[in-house]
């Protein structure tokens, strides 16, 4: 990754830090908001899918945009609106208010991978189209880890109104260089070399210049469609975990202080981003031999694999330092399941990438929404978290099947 589009990427990187320091924070600020608003831990639940729902039901409209107005205008768009809504948290006076607060919350944020991914399109050479991916996750793998002490700190000596009004005002501020400093096009862009233009267009995925119009019925019957939305709905009850109940789950577990579980929680979020880059890295290497069907499959079946070991052998764990080590293997795997995961929506969706990736992640995030509220219920049904993780183990199971039958070269039209 040289100049250009080490640029393009290192914006897209702390972009995705930041969608996650965001999202994060109601997680670390979970104790003192359920105090101040008396709120049960199902209650809770519900507070915690509210993001998941409204960020899954606008995923596709989000991708939709950003194919049709690109992903410059798109992009600082959801960002400020995300932002606003993160400092509106602060303001939420009791549980309808906040409910309604992180739903808007969440369709604010959404759009904004589906957009990423349609930029890649256009910016990224193909044989680098997985280490790129990698990156743009890790981001917000590592900013949700290194947010739960920082933010852990802010919140105990802030406040957790004050914490939220900060993250919205950083963000407001980064919509605005965003729009400054990226294009649509490499072609576009003024500081870019003649040559660097000239390798990313013939490196790319052939793009046509003008997009036809392509029906929302047509992605919907593609079984392609159908099974991308399907793996990843089960990524996703693994991963989302980790954003929500990972961090209450283990200082109430194992009886920690507030920072202390921020830093254990940390833990499997920065395995999560070193599954996406060591997956990205191993795409890039099985394509660049010529196997490009396989490039995608084998990453993705070996992360839902370690995921489902890790979850059924953490749950066996009685010691905090054994129980986040196997919960980290989880996530190292699930978030290997990435990369394949959004390479492959483009693979097949081209300039439909946003409308294609943001179907995906819809499916995706209505297992999050399922993942807030199955922690808490079954937790409170049966009295152990091992039902939960037992579960998302066969998930992870079951999308191992899937990833075989997915074929990246039968594009949608």
Request: glycine share 8%; with cysteine.
């Amino acid at each position: 990754m040289i100049k250009g589009r080490f640029i393009f990427v290192l914006g897209t990187f702390f972009l995705t830090l930041l969608l996650y320091v965001d999202r994060i924070c109601i997680s670390v600020a979970k104790d003192p908001i359920a105090k101040s608003l008396d709120l049960s831990k199902e209650q809770m639940g519900w507070v915690l899918s509210a993001f998941a729902l409204g960020y899954a039901l606008f995923q596709t409209p989000g991708g939709m945009l950003a194919d049709k107005l690109g992903a410059r205008k798109v992009l600082t768009v959801i960002v400020i609106v995300w932002s606003l809504f993160t400092g509106f948290t602060a303001k939420a006076w009791n549980y309808v208010s906040m409910l309604l607060i992180r739903f808007l919350f969440g369709a604010g944020e959404a759009g904004a991978f589906p957009a990423i991914n349609r930029a890649v399109v256009s910016w990224i050479p193909l044989n680098e189209r997985g280490i790129v991916t990698g990156i743009n996750f890790s981001g917000s793998r590592l900013g949700a880890a290194f947010a739960l002490p920082l933010l852990s700190v802010l919140i105990t000596n802030w406040g957790w109104q004050n914490t939220f009004y900060l993250l919205g005002a950083i963000g407001v501020g980064f919509a605005f260089i965003w729009y400054w400093l990226f294009k649509d096009k490499p072609e576009e862009h003024p500081l870019l070399s003649l040559s660097e233009k000239e390798f990313i267009v013939t490196n790319r995925q052939p793009i046509t210049t003008v997009v036809a119009k392509l029906p929302f019925k047509n992605i919907l019957v593609q079984g392609n469609m159908w099974l991308a939305m399907l793996q990843y709905f089960c990524s996703n009850f693994t991963f989302f975990f980790a954003l929500t109940w990972l961090y209450p789950h283990i200082k109430e577990k194992f009886h920690l202080e507030a920072v202390a579980a921020g830093w254990y929680a940390s833990l499997p979020l920065i395995a999560g981003a070193a599954g996406n880059w060591f997956s990205g890295w191993w795409m890039d290497n099985i394509y660049t031999k010529g196997n490009y069907r396989k490039s995608r499959w084998l990453p993705a079946a070996t992360g839902f694999s370690l995921s489902a070991a890790g979850l059924i052998i953490s749950s066996f764990m009685t010691d905090v330092n054994a129980a986040v080590l196997f919960l980290s293997l989880a996530i190292f795997g699930a978030d290997m399941t990435l990369p394949p995961s959004w390479a492959f929506c483009a693979d097949i969706g081209k300039q439909q990438a946003g409308a294609v990736s943001g179907n995906m992640n819809m499916a995706g995030n209505l297992g999050a929404f399922i993942t807030s509220l199955a922690f808490p219920y079954l937790l409170s049904w049966v009295g152990s978290p091992s039902v939960f993780f037992y579960l998302a183990a066969v998930l992870n199971i079951a999308a191992i099947f899937t990833w075989l039958k997915m074929n990246p070269e039968k594009t949608i039209n």
